[in-house]
């Protein structure tokens, strides 16, 4: 089992920058693939982002391509998504959480963390 903690959310303005980090216990996350995903009031918890086992390959929502990168370091034993260009639609609650895959697909991920609340003001 893999403990997640992810910290690094805000508040912030619009057009700003975050990077929020994800450490993990228990085991190394070598073995996993990582990916983000975010759940704002109301709606379904969505994909974000999501790295392959060494860093080589990333897969991203369309919706944030071009402005969030995510990235990780094993030696660490932590994930980054690092944010730019923040809008408030992005205004989410973020996890992080493992697979065995890189796709998108919400349930196949598990081991999920607390998330980290990020707001983005107008």
């Known amino acids: 089992q893999v403990q997640l903690v992810e910290s690094g959310g805000g508040l912030v303005q619009a057009g700003g920058s975050l990077r929020l980090s994800c450490a993990a216990s228990?085991?190394?996350?070598?073995?996993?693939?990582m990916g983000w995903f975010r759940q704002a009031p109301g709606k379904e918890r969505e994909f974000v982002a999501a790295?392959?086992?060494?860093?080589?390959?990333?897969y991203y929502a369309d919706s944030v391509k071009g402005r969030f990168t995510i990235s990780r370091d094993n030696a660490k034993n932590t994930v980054y998504l690092q944010m730019s260009s923040l809008r408030p639609e992005d205004t989410a609650v973020y996890y992080c959480?493992?697979?065995?895959?890189?796709?998108?697909?919400?349930?196949?991920?598990?081991?999920w963390g607390q998330g980290t609340q990020v707001t983005v003001s107008s």
């Open positions: 228990g085991r190394a996350i070598n073995k996993y693939i």
């Open positions: 790295i392959s086992f060494g860093g080589g390959s990333q």
């Open positions: 959480s493992t697979s065995r895959l890189l796709v998108p697909d919400y349930a196949r991920y598990d081991n």
